[in-house]
């Protein structure tokens, strides 16, 4: 689907993606030792051994979700790359990345919680989980502004878009425009 929009290049989609695989490669690592590391921290400090099961689901809830989003802002890249972004189908990448937000805003509350509850944290931690939930909270509104930009986008005509873009990137617009019998003079 040629659209007339600009894309990125092979170059730019080539670094993103290969830190996405990284980001992506890391987090699942960690999924992978986390049991083990709890584990470890369990057993050298036994008075927080109770608090192990909740965090450790609350900490590997909250990996997953990040790597759900990983996942979908690679698929969008590749979108952007490929010239095929403007779909509906870019919409519901977009609705995962809010819902994830969202998810992680949860379990980070309920990580709060369950930490509170058990009187084991510092209020260094209590800063670090509201500066979480605080980006977590403005990654999920810009996710709604791109969705909805998204969404007015695909419901206008291709070629209006296309004759937006490029009279907003200077180029001389020659198509015929006709006039709505309501602003005409």
Do not use: Y
């Amino acid at each position: 689907m040629e659209s007339g929009f600009p894309r990125l290049s092979l170059a730019v989609v080539v670094v993103t993606q290969s830190l996405i695989a990284v980001g992506f490669l890391g987090g699942a690592g960690f999924v992978i030792v986390a049991p083990g590391l709890s584990a470890a921290v369990a057993a050298s400090l036994p008075e927080f051994a109770a608090l192990r099961e909740p965090l450790l689901a609350t900490t590997i809830a909250f990996t997953v979700l990040g790597l759900i989003v990983l996942t979908m802002v690679a698929l969008l890249v590749q979108r952007v790359h490929r010239g095929t972004v403007m779909a509906r189908t870019s919409l519901r990448c977009i609705e995962v990345i809010v819902a994830a937000s969202v998810g992680a805003i949860v379990v980070v509350v309920v990580g709060s919680v369950v930490i509170g509850n058990a009187q084991a944290g510092s209020p260094i931690l209590a800063l670090l989980q509201a500066a979480a939930v605080l980006a977590l909270v403005v990654l999920a509104r810009l996710a709604l502004i791109f969705r909805s930009r998204l969404r007015r986008a695909l419901s206008t005509p291709l070629e209006s878009a296309e004759t937006d873009w490029r009279t907003s990137a200077g180029e001389k617009d020659e198509t015929p425009h006709r006039r709505s019998s309501t602003w005409s003079s």
